[in-house]
């Protein structure tokens, strides 16, 4: 069994940890994180901490206005 890691007010890329709401179905913790710009998501832990997730989609929006 993996040890649970509390991610509350840790901030990786652009996102804090706000509190853990759930599980997958799989059994991975899913947490609300709060982003710079405001919006909150939820998302997996383990995907926010590796830097798969990085922001609530805001980095990409951004990064598709750009190149119009």
Not at 7 to 14: Q, W
Not at 28 to 42: A, D, R, S, T
Request: glycine share 10%.
């Amino acid at each position: 069994m993996s040890k649970r890691i509390d991610y509350t007010n840790k901030k990786f890329n652009r996102l804090t940890g706000v509190k853990p709401v759930g599980k997958t179905p799989a059994g991975k913790m899913v947490w609300l994180f709060k982003c710079n710009c405001g919006n909150e998501i939820q998302a997996v832990g383990a995907k926010v901490k590796s830097g798969h997730t990085k922001s609530c989609g805001c980095i990409k929006r951004n990064t598709q206005l750009l190149s119009l």
